[in-house]
């Protein structure tokens, strides 16, 4: 693919010679009022100034970890390490010393050669996160040797983005200035947003699709990036409807859960005076894309101008930049096929037309399949493309699929590097999502991995696993705990099965134990379970080798087999008793 | 009554009505964890304490004082809010 530019410097630099003047970044801090500004001037300059800095530390080619809230700081350090040639790890200050232990994982991962934060958390971070060397952009001034555009290859990695924000066993995609430029290329035709205007993210920046969507896609089309922290939008959901009215965006998107959050938690007495007729592309991405929030949020806002023909339910990941599918810009409305559950868990798809069928469940399309990026089907024993009634592993080529894993051959060729024999010579991406294809869509069915996603962040259970086994002293641990998710009404739910040691199994209180799962759960992930069973010691279902059935452990929970720790059944607490109401 | 008692009362009122549950559930030692307050509860809860008392405050609060008791004491010992919660005692 030809580009007109080489790398996101290049482009980013051009911005500010031909719209400098114009608004690149505008972040509400407080989610509403007055927005703090920057241009594309006075980006290109100070990223400029950073990465002159950076050089002159001799970072090129390193890794340099971002410790920031949501704030203009944020992206001015990002391009400030791109504009230097060093690779960025975008990630965020940790809550609390639990958290600061998790970065480690990232910065051992990483190898991280020093940490940007900004001056307000500069003591804090150095305290907490251990680095060799702590830099506060903000701080950063004084001349440094002319900055120069021709160091940087498009085939240079520009940042690695972690694919969990506190996982054990971290992976960093590594991600190339050309997949940034190819990604966004890609995207912006796909959902047809033209050039400049305003888009509205509330995404965290350490999440891929809060960095390329909420940031690098606008700045890529010249637009104003208008942005607010997350925990700005938890707390009134109206903040991004109302930014999205006052700054007539064309385009935002984020997981359903945000979509359902504006349903449920917004007042009609606070919806007066929206206009969202100006909302082109509305992305649903991030988890599973659920027809009845389609629905009721048409419903609560079409008074306010929302068009059904602007949802864009979307696919993509970190491994393919972000973008592989969204919506499709000749639909009325996004395409739903209502298929069999019974035939589906048989990995085959048989369409219903009678959507009254019991059997009957609506998936909806995530978006239509352009010739840029190939997308096959592939069954999961042979390794060969599907029939088009089965339902196989989606694969994905092209050439925003990143290089792989930061640091991790074994992986990256596992997942990066497998072949298909129509297509010889060429690389494709195992994503371990389950679907199918029709009428030219992708349609996600399922998942292969593990991982659960709750509220468009992953988690791995190991990482779940790992806590809960350590937050008391009376549990078993080594691995004999499981944690998988369930669907309630629609929605992914954690569920821990833990086996409690032999020896304590008499003495405990099992109130207290699942207390102190809940604690560590919620401290280190920010989940609350929907159920925490402990079980009797050799309950957890393995593999002769010893690794975690977590699908078997997931069955035997739904057929409610697992032989609970005396003391456990019938108990009352959140989500003790659960297990029993069910 | 005491402004911590003020303080207490308004959060058990604001987890019952969030989290659904009966209010003979919830005493001052509980976690918020233990309730069924996630991340997304965690920052809600933290917001509707701000506008409560008119301050700042960290949205990440409740990860440095998980239970009922301990952060009703720090808004109450903190400097920057005891005036407010004052305040929410004379309300």
């Known amino acids: ?582 | 009554m005491s402004s911590s008692r003020v303080l207490q009362e308004w959060v058990v009122n604001w987890l019952v009505k969030y989290l659904n549950v009966s209010e003979n559930l919830i005493d001052d030692d509980c976690a918020f964890s233990d309730l069924g307050v996630d991340s997304v509860g965690a920052v809600t809860l933290v917001g509707d304490i701000e506008d409560y008392l008119d301050c700042e405050l960290e949205p990440t609060l409740l990860w440095n004082y998980p239970t009922i008791k301990e952060l009703v004491a720090y808004l109450e010992t903190s400097s920057k809010s005891s005036k407010l919660v004052l305040k929410a005692s004379i309300r």
């Open chain 1, 1 to 582: 693919m030809s580009l007109k530019w080489m790398t996101f410097v290049q482009l980013m630099h051009d911005m500010s010679s031909r719209v400098g003047d114009r608004y690149s970044l505008a972040c509400l801090p407080k989610g509403e009022g007055v927005p703090d500004t920057l241009t594309y001037f006075e980006l290109d300059r100070r990223a400029q100034k950073i990465a002159g800095y950076l050089r002159e530390r001799g970072l090129v080619g390193e890794r340099v970890l971002l410790l920031y809230p949501s704030s203009n700081e944020y992206i001015v350090a990002f391009l400030g390490c791109l504009y230097g040639g060093v690779i960025a790890v975008p990630a965020y200050p940790p809550k609390n010393n639990h958290h600061a232990s998790r970065l480690s994982n990232i910065i051992v991962d990483a190898d991280v050669k020093a940490v940007l934060t900004h001056s307000s958390l500069y003591e804090k971070i150095i305290e907490q996160v251990c680095a060799e060397m702590y830099v506060a952009s903000d701080e950063i001034d004084g001349t440094y040797p002319a900055w120069r555009n021709d160091v940087i290859l498009s085939s240079d990695v520009a940042y690695l983005q972690y694919t969990s924000g506190s996982t054990g066993a971290p992976k960093g995609v590594m991600v190339t200035h050309e997949n940034i430029l190819i990604n966004c290329d890609l995207y912006s035709k796909g959902v047809s947003v033209g050039r400049g205007g305003h888009h509205v993210s509330w995404l965290p920046l350490f999440h891929d699709m809060g960095l390329v969507q909420g940031i690098l896609l606008p700045l890529y089309l010249g637009a104003t990036a208008v942005f607010m922290p997350s925990e700005r939008f938890i707390q009134k959901p109206i903040r991004w409807l109302r930014a999205i009215s006052d700054y007539k965006a064309v385009m935002t998107g984020g997981p359903n859960f945000a979509y359902d959050l504006c349903v449920k938690r917004i007042l009609d007495k606070d919806r007066e005076g929206l206009d969202l007729s100006g909302w082109q592309v509305a992305v649903n991405g991030a988890e599973p894309v659920s027809k009845a929030t389609l629905d009721s949020f048409m419903a609560a806002y079409a008074p306010y101008g929302f068009s059904p023909g602007s949802f864009f339910p979307g696919y993509g990941m970190a491994e393919t930049t972000l973008y592989v599918t969204a919506g499709d810009i000749e639909a009325a409305q996004p395409e739903i096929t209502y298929i069999d559950k019974e035939v589906l868990k048989r990995y085959q798809v048989e369409v219903l037309l009678d959507v009254e069928n019991p059997n009957a469940v609506p998936i909806v399309a995530c978006g239509k399949i352009y010739s840029d990026l190939l997308i096959e089907i592939v069954n999961l024993d042979s390794l060969k493309r599907c029939l088009s009634n089965e339902i196989g592993e989606i694969w994905v080529s092209g050439d925003s699929v990143c290089l792989g894993y930061w640091g991790r051959e074994k992986e990256t060729v596992d997942a990066f590097k497998n072949y298909l024999s129509e297509y010889p010579g060429k690389f494709f991406l195992r994503t371990g999502d389950l679907g199918f294809i029709r009428n030219g869509q992708i349609y996600i069915t399922g998942r292969l991995k593990d991982m659960i996603i709750i509220r468009g962040e992953n988690h791995y259970p190991q990482d779940i696993e790992k806590t809960v086994e350590e937050s008391h002293p009376a549990l078993r641990i080594g691995g004999f705990g499981a944690a998988f998710s369930v669907l309630i009404n629609g929605e992914e739910n954690l569920v821990v099965v833990q086996e409690v040691e032999r020896t304590q199994r008499n003495k405990v209180d099992i109130d207290d134990l699942r207390d102190a799962i809940n604690r560590a759960v919620f401290s280190v992930h920010g989940l609350h379970a929907y159920s925490v069973l402990i079980v009797n010691p050799g309950e957890i279902l393995k593999t002769s080798s010893g690794k975690i059935q977590r699908h078997a452990c997931r069955k035997k929970y739904l057929n409610r087999l697992f032989k609970m720790a005396k003391g456990m059944s019938g108990v009352g607490g959140a989500n003790s008793y659960s297990y029993d109401k069910k």
